[in-house]
Nanobody, 124 residues
Framework: QVQLVESGGGLVQTGGSLRLSCAAS????????MGWFRQAPGKEREFVAAISWSGSVTYYADSVKGRFTIFRDNAKNTVDLQMNSLKPEDTAVYYC?????????????????WGQGTQVTVSS
């Protein structure tokens, strides 16, 4: 069993930055690929970024490529999402997820564990 707890959401103006953090706990949490998804009101949960268990492989949605960076610290069992140049369309609840592989984690159906989510609001 893996438990995921997100933090770092909030309100920011267009062009600003936020850093989300996900703390993982559980005996084998460092062996999972980790990812971030987001869900805006009335929309489906969508993939944002994923990182392999080693941190050597990353994937990003086209909509965030070049603006967001995912990285992990296995010693601390954390995975962070640095979000720069934020836009109003980035407004959503952001969820941390854990799964078997970074490529597979591009699909929300491949996530084995989810956090409770943290709200990110970007004002125009």
């Amino acid at each position: 069993q893996v438990q995921l707890v997100e933090s770092g959401g909030g309100l920011v103006q267009t062009g600003g930055s936020l850093r989300l953090s996900c703390a993982a706990s559980g005996r084998t949490s460092s062996t999972y690929a980790m990812g971030w998804f987001r869900q805006a009101p009335g929309k489906e949960r969508e993939f944002v970024a994923a990182i392999s268990w080693s941190g050597s492989v990353t994937y990003y949605a086209d909509s965030v490529k070049g603006r967001f960076t995912i990285f992990r610290d296995n010693a601390k069992n954390t995975v962070d999402l640095q979000m720069n140049s934020l836009k109003p369309e980035d407004t959503a609840v952001y969820y941390c997820a854990a799964g078997g592989g970074a490529y597979q984690l591009k699909s929300r159906y491949e996530a084995d564990y989810w956090g409770q989510g943290t709200q990110v609001t970007v004002s125009s």
